[in-house]
């Protein structure tokens, strides 16, 4: 016999709104929906930081900003998760959150935290100019030393990539003389890459106007000056932790030397520039292991008839 549901069950039921299903009450701002589930994601967000899991921490994080975006604790969580989003080189990511972020009402400390997160993510997006606005704003809050000094790296770094030297230099001196009054252990090992990569930039401004004739004391005085702006960058080399400083101070010299073997000029001429530029090269491997890895000899680029003399043989 089968079970009967009352009549008076039925009225009850037309009669009683139906409660919305979770996540569907069409409320922007639902707030917190499930405390376990809330306390569990943080949770598991900061265990899996500890543990060096990033990807973990970044689903975790996420996962938590998107459903409880009135939580108390959704600072921690972004700041959780732009962090591991930059350390995983999710850039654009981390950019994205930490722009949203500087929207809340928050306290000036905080909002100050993640302007450096911001600052940091547009650098590395190549986008300079909001790099140093970024890096303005922070300065006119009253930020602590350690921010300020990663502020002025910013703003260095930002002037530099745009090629705006003397602006930057003087950011550099600005960083130097902080660093004196504020010592910081982390930007102060970052100064001599700074002042190198600085340095060899500007070794790399002048050019050779392929349509003029140079004479020999032209080309002797023009590669002679280029080399001792590789030279005197190679100064800072033994404390640079940095191998793509390192790295880039190579190639520069390295397309130097092919720039020289590249023209055609008298060949007693073009040994002396060599010799010079070799005793440079042989110098800079005595400074540093990393400076002897990425030297490339010249190679000529073999032209197109002689590959078809090749394959018609």
């Known amino acids: 016999m089968g ?40 949770k598991e967000g900061k265990s899996a930081l500890e543990k060096r899991d990033r990807p973990g921490a970044i689903r975790s994080y996420t996962r938590f900003v998107e459903r409880y975006p009135s939580h108390s604790g959704l600072k921690d969580a972004y700041f959780g998760l732009v962090g591991a989003l930059l350390a995983e080189d999710r850039i654009a990511e981390a950019s994205r959150h930490a722009g ?25 997006l190549k986008d300079y100019l909001h790099a140093r606005l970024l890096a303005d704003e922070l300065l006119k809050s009253k930020p602590d030393p350690k921010q300020s000094g990663l502020a002025r790296s910013i703003r260095f770094q930002s002037l ?36 190198m990569v600085f340095t060899l930039r500007h ?18 005085d023009y590669f002679g000056q280029k080399n001792l702006c590789f030279k005197s960058a190679l100064t800072e080399a033994p404390q640079v932790n940095d191998a793509s400083v390192l790295k880039e101070w190579c190639e520069s010299f390295t397309g ?15 040994e002396k520039i060599r010799k010079d530029l070799k005793g440079t090269f042989e110098f800079s491997k005595g400074i540093h292991v990393e400076l002897e890895k ?4 010249y190679q000529p680029k073999k032209s197109n008839r ?7 043989t």
Request: with cysteine.
């Open 3 to 42: 079970f009967k549901i009352p009549l008076l069950f039925w009225a009850f039921m037309l009669v009683t709104p139906m409660s919305p299903a979770w996540g569907e009450t069409g409320n922007s701002d639902p707030g917190p929906r499930n405390g376990e589930e809330a306390a569990f994601l943080l």
């Open 294 to 297: 990425c030297y490339r000899p």
């Open 256 to 270: 130097l030397n092919h720039e020289v073997e590249k023209m055609r000029i008298d060949s007693f001429l073009k």
């Open 306 to 312: 002689s590959r078809r003399l090749r394959k018609k």
């Open 160 to 195: 530099l990539e745009d090629k705006q030297f003397e602006a930057a230099e003087e950011e550099l001196d600005r960083l130097d003389e902080h660093l004196k009054s504020s010592p910081d252990t982390v930007l102060s090992s970052q100064l001599p890459g700074f002042r």
């Open 203 to 220: 070794c790399t401004l002048t050019h050779l106007l392929k349509d003029k004739t140079f004479d020999e004391s032209e080309l002797l």
């Open 100 to 124: 949203d972020c500087l929207n809340q009402s928050w306290d000036t400390s905080d909002l100050n935290r993640m302007r450096i997160f911001a600052a940091e993510a547009k650098l590395k």
